[in-house]
C-alpha cells in the first residue's frame, strides 16, 4: 500500500483503506494476505495470514502518512518477500495513487496513471442487506492496453565531461519521474580505442551513479564499437520494448557486479561493427 504524501489529492488513507479491505473482503477462506506499507521505508504490516478480521483492523489501524513514496524499494522488498514465502501461487498488488479526471459517481471514468502501472477499480453497491458484500474490485495492466514506446533522451560525444554529467542528470530526473521505468546508456567505441579507455569509460558512468545515489538496476548499461564515439541515453517506460540499438550486433551488456579482471576480458574481445540493423531486445 503507497502511503507517500506527495500529493494528497491523489492518495488518501481512506480510498487505500477502501480499496485493501475490499480485496481482503474478497478473498476465499484458504487465501492468505500479507500487507506491506511504502512511503518513506518499507515495512511488513502483517506477515501471511488468512484472519479478515485481523487484516481489517491493521488496515483501519495502522496506516500512517509518509512524505515520500519508495515505489522501486517495495517493489524490490516484495520480490525478496515473495521467495521466502511457501506459496508457488503468488500475487502482487499495489495500492497507490491515481487521478480521476472525470466521472465521478457515474458508470464511466476518466482518469490518469502511469502507462505501466495497474488500475484498480472498485465499486461500492449501496441498499444491499448487511450479510451482502458492497464492494467489488477489478484490475486492469495499462501497459496491456496501449504499451508504451522506449524515448531516446539524448546523443553526444561520450569524450565531452560536462555533456556527460548534465546529460545523465537528465536521465536521472526522468527515472525518479518514473519510478517504474528503466534507463539505458549506449556507448559506442571507435575500433582503435583501447580497452582501458572503455574500462574507464564505464567506470566513471558508474562512479557517477554512485555520486548521485542511482539504483544499480534502474540502469542497463551497453557498449559496442562502431565508427563514431557516441553515447546514446534512453529511457525505456514499463511495458515498452527495448532501445533498436542500430547498426550494431551484439554490444555488451556490463554487468556493474563484474570485477575489473572480468570487465578486462570482456573488453578484449572487442564486438565487431556491423551495417546490418539490430533490433536488439533485452
Known sequence: ????????????????RVLANSLINSLQANDSVALI?????????????????????????????????????????????????PSD????????????????????????GDPGSTVIATVEIKGLSESCPKFASNAANLATWCPPNVIKLAEYNLLLPKIFKSQLDGMFIELNNNTSATGYIFDRFKSNTSASLIQQKVNQTLNYMQIRKIPIE????????????????????????????????????????????????????KPKKSQQKSNHKN
Do not use: C
Not at 500500500?1 to 488513507?13: N, P, V, Y
Not at 499495489?94 to 459517481?105: C, E, L, M, V, Y
Not at 564499437?225 to 555488451?252: C, H, M, Q, R, Y
Open 1 to 16: 500500500m503507497d502511503t507517500g504524501g506527495e500529493d494528497r489529492q491523489a492518495k488518501s488513507l481512506k480510498t487505500t
Open 37 to 85: 506499507e511504502y512511503n518513506d521505508d518499507v515495512k511488513v504490516l502483517s506477515d501471511w495470514t488468512n484472519n479478515k478480521t485481523q487484516l481489517t483492523e491493521i488496515v483501519n489501524k495502522k496506516l500512517n502518512f509518509g512524505k515520500r513514496s519508495k515505489f522501486v524499494d517495495a517493489v524490490n522488498f516484495a520480490a525478496k518477500y515473495f521467495a521466502n514465502s
Open 89 to 112: 501461487n503468488q500475487h502482487l498488488v499495489f495500492i497507490t495513487d491515481g487521478k480521476i479526471i472525470d466521472g465521478q459517481g457515474t458508470p464511466v471514468l476518466e482518469m490518469t
Open 218 to 269: 534502474r540502469i542497463k548499461l551497453f557498449v559496442a564499437i562502431d565508427d563514431k564515439s557516441l553515447t546514446e541515453l534512453w529511457i525505456k517506460p514499463a511495458g515498452a520494448d527495448a532501445p533498436p540499438f542500430e547498426d550494431v550486433t551484439n554490444p555488451i551488456e556490463i554487468n556493474p557486479q563484474n570485477d575489473k579482471k572480468e570487465l578486462a576480458k570482456i573488453f578484449a574481445a
